[in-house]
Nanobody, 123 residues
Framework: VQLQASGGGLVQTGGSLRLSCAAS????????MGWFRQAPAKEREFAAA????????YYADSVKGRFTITRDNAKNTVYLQMNSLKPEDTAVYYC?????????????????WGQGTQVTVSS
């Protein structure tokens, strides 16, 4: 499977962006999906995750109430709507496909990763 993340860019504090993660080579509808992010000089961290049908979603405390993860299985795409962005949200954002040992917040629970899209929030 190949994952293509897009939608990143430069935005001012308080602004919004919507990230997309499109998959090819495999149908995502059966898989749990997640978004992680990695800021400069920091470890990659969990941001949000969603079950195969969107019935359950998970968020890091730092993004809860501001970010929303959704999916459109017909389009084989997962989204991350990011509102009220802060400078500390600046990072490269990665989407990933959950593995059989999926734990929503753990990188070890994901088997395939996209290439990442840069999000920069200016103050």
């Amino acid at each position: 499977v190949q994952l293509q993340a897009s939608g990143g860019g430069l935005v001012q504090t308080g602004g919004s962006l919507r990230l997309s993660c499109a998959a090819s080579g495999r149908t995502l509808s059966l898989y749990k999906m997640g978004w992680f992010r990695q800021a400069p000089a920091k470890e990659r961290e969990f941001a949000a995750a969603i079950t195969w049908n969107g019935g359950d979603t998970y968020y890091a405390d730092s993004v809860k109430g501001r970010f929303t993860i959704t999916r459109d299985n017909a389009k084989n795409t997962v989204y991350l709507q990011m509102n009220s962005l802060k400078p500390e949200d600046t990072a490269v954002y990665y989407c990933a496909v959950g593995s059989t040992s999926w734990r929503p917040t753990s990188m070890n629970g994901y088997g395939f990763w996209g290439q990442g899209t840069q999000v920069t929030v200016s103050s």
